[in-house]
């Protein structure tokens, strides 16, 4: 029988719950330690899920021996030190998307992983979510290609607050956090280079002190094209909407769920073991430690993505 991989896991917030509930689902992994900001949150959470320690410094679930892996699921301007300090305590390591703020941070994480040959994965969730994994297979089995995807990623956040309508500890970021989930798929997806990126956005938030809309274009090398659009002040639908027109039909990707252009259901349910993209995610994590390989998404796969998002915040810096 294979050697459980017994994990640490930090951030006790919205996303980290969503990885916990993912593992209970996985084989031959147990979560041993919980890091959170807030000590009695955390302890909360940890009961729930059975885990035995609980910390609010990472540094004391690194110390321990029978860690084998780490999950970041932290504020993003923790993720490259974060990420660096599993690495060289020796721990494989998963950080959720964005890899880091700056693509500077995000090189030296890619370096360390080049050094180690340890499995550094980011949370590029859009590559394992069933609907994107669908239209992926039709690419690779040359029945349809990408002319242009149209992108809307969109949420109601005039104020600091997560998944869950709790207060925030940090500030979230269109450009390098959600604008990086569309990047990368692009470039995945078109299986090309993106080569050219232009950007515009709108007034800042006089208290967050980031944009609030955000417009991208985008093209790949084989002419492929990508409009993405962004907000924190739509009022209606939430989330992340793919629409990807090409040459043999249109598909529109919601999270896990896919339809056509005509909005016919597509049963995505045999794309993959689970319908869950974070479930999904996690067990490509996990069978790349036990297999030593690259995973998919591992960090030297999305640095160009955050080499596009650099470019695009010159940009809007000198507009």
């Not at 470039?187 to 208290?207: D, E, F, M, T």
């Not at 869950?276 to 994590?285: A, K, S, T, V, Y």
Request: charged share 20%; hydrophobic share 40%; with cysteine.
């Amino acid at each position: 029988m294979a050697k459980t991989i017994k994990v640490a896991l930090a951030g006790a917030g919205a996303f980290g719950i969503k990885h916990l509930d993912g593992i209970r689902n996985i084989d031959g992994v147990e979560v041993v330690s919980l890091v959170g900001r807030r000590l009695e949150p955390t302890k909360e959470v940890a009961a729930k899920y059975g885990i035995a320690h609980v910390s609010t410094d990472l540094a004391d679930s690194l110390a321990l021996g029978e860690v084998d892996a780490v999950i970041l699921c932290t504020p993003t301007q923790m993720h490259a030190e974060q990420s660096i300090a599993c690495m060289k305590a020796g721990k494989h390591v998963q950080v959720e998307i964005p890899l880091a703020d700056s693509l500077r941070d995000a090189q030296a994480v890619v370096d360390l992983q080049k050094k180690t040959g340890l499995v550094a994965m980011c949370g590029h969730t859009r590559r394992f979510n069933p609907s994107h994994q669908w239209v992926r297979n039709k690419i690779v089995a040359g029945e349809f290609s990408i002319q242009q995807m149209d992108v809307q990623t969109f949420f109601f956040r005039r104020s600091n607050m997560n998944a869950l309508g709790q207060p925030r500890s940090w500030t979230d970021h269109l450009l390098w956090h959600h604008a990086a989930h569309t990047v990368d798929l692009f470039a995945y997806q078109a299986r090309s280079p993106i080569v050219k990126a232009n950007a515009v956005q709108g007034p800042i938030h006089p208290a967050l002190g980031i944009a609030m809309d955000m417009s991208i274009q985008l093209k790949a090398a084989n002419g492929a094209i990508c409009t993405l659009s962004l907000s924190f002040n739509n009022d209606g639908p939430l989330g992340t909407f793919f629409r990807y027109i090409g040459d043999t039909g249109t598909y529109i990707a919601r999270y896990d769920d896919l339809f056509n252009g005509k909005e016919e259901k597509i049963d995505v349910s045999k794309v993959d073991v689970s319908m869950n993209g974070i479930e999904l995610q996690d067990r490509e994590f996990f069978a790349a430690i036990r297999e030593g390989r690259e995973p998919n998404a591992s960090v030297a796969q999305v640095l160009p993505c955050y080499q596009v998002l650099h470019d695009l915040e010159q940009q809007l810096a000198t507009n």
